[in-house]
T-cell receptor, first 114, second 110 residues
Framework: NAGVTQTPKFRILKIGQSMTLQCTQD?????MYWYRQDPGMGLKLIYY???????DKGEVPNGYNVSRSTTEDFPLRLELAAPSQTSVYFC?????????????FGSGTRLTVV | AQSVAQPEDQVNVAEGNPLTVKCTYS??????LFWYVQYPNRGLQFLLK??????LVKGSYGFEAEFNKSQTSFHLKKPSALVSDSALYFC????????FGAGTTVTVRA
C-alpha cells in the first residue's frame, strides 16, 4: 500500500500565483485532513472532509479551498499565494471519526512563497 | 473541546538514559490521546494511543506513555534512549479532529 501520497514535495511560488497541492490515499479512508506546520506552532488544521462531497473548515482556512470529489483524492487549492502561506503542508487520513484510530500522514509538501 | 500542551520545547538526554516527553491535556469528557514522532523531512508517524483501559500504554520502538487522570497528563517515556530517537515528538488529542501540541524536539547524545 502506498498510504497517503502528496505531490509535489517542494514548490516555490511567487506572491499572487495559485497552485494545487495534491493528496491521494489508497486505504479507502473516509476522513481526510489538511494541516500546515510552522516552526514552534505544531500542526494547524486547515480543512477536513468526512467523505466524498463533504468538506468543512478547520482552524486556519483563510486563503485555501478544498474539494472532495472522490474518496481517494483531497486536493488543497491556494488561489492567491501570500508569504504567510509559506509552510509545510501535511495531508492525513483515517478510516472513521471514532477516536481510537491513529491518522496516516503523507510525507508533506514544503511550500515557499516569495 | 479538547486541547493538549507540551511544556518543553526541547529535551536533551544521553544515550542509555531514560527519556520523558511531557504532555498535558484539557478535555470535557473522556480523553483520546496520541503520540506521534516526526523525523527530519518526513511526515508524522503514529507511536501510541490512549482511549480507555490500562493507564500504561505501550507503543512502537519501545515507547510507552502513562495516562494520569488526576494530573491530566500523558507523558511519553522510554527506559533507555537511543541516538536514533532524536526527533520531533507531538502529543495530540482527538476531539473529532486531531489537535496537536507545539512539539518537543528530543536530542539524544551519544
Amino acid at each position: 500500500n502506498a498510504g497517503v501520497t502528496q505531490t509535489p514535495k517542494f514548490r516555490i511560488l511567487k506572491i499572487g500565483q495559485s497552485m494545487t497541492l495534491q493528496c491521494t490515499q489508497d486505504m479507502n479512508h473516509n476522513y481526510m485532513y489538511w494541516y500546515r506546520q510552522d516552526p514552534g506552532m505544531g500542526l494547524k488544521l486547515i480543512y477536513y472532509s468526512v467523505g466524498a462531497g463533504i468538506t468543512d473548515k478547520g482552524e486556519v482556512p483563510n486563503g485555501y479551498n478544498v474539494s472532495r470529489s472522490t474518496t481517494e483524492d483531497f486536493p488543497l487549492r491556494l488561489e492567491l499565494a501570500a508569504p504567510s502561506q509559506t509552510s509545510v503542508y501535511f495531508c492525513a487520513s483515517t478510516p472513521e471519526r471514532t477516536s481510537n484510530y491513529g491518522y496516516t500522514f503523507g510525507s508533506g509538501t514544503r511550500l515557499t512563497v516569495v | 473541546a479538547q486541547s493538549v500542551a507540551q511544556p518543553e520545547d526541547q529535551v536533551n538526554v544521553a544515550e542509555g538514559n531514560p527519556l520523558t516527553v511531557k504532555c498535558t491535556y484539557s478535555v470535557s469528557g473522556n480523553p483520546y490521546l496520541f503520540w506521534y514522532v516526526q523525523y527530519p523531512n518526513r511526515g508524522l508517524q503514529f507511536l501510541l494511543k490512549y482511549i480507555t483501559g490500562d493507564n500504561l500504554v505501550k507503543g512502537s520502538y519501545g515507547f510507552e506513555a502513562e495516562f494520569n487522570k488526576s494530573q491530566t497528563s500523558f507523558h511519553l517515556k522510554k527506559p533507555s534512549a537511543l541516538v536514533s530517537d532524536s526527533a520531533l515528538y507531538f502529543c495530540a488529542g482527538n476531539d473529532y479532529k486531531l489537535s496537536f501540541g507545539a512539539g518537543t524536539t528530543v536530542t539524544v547524545r551519544a
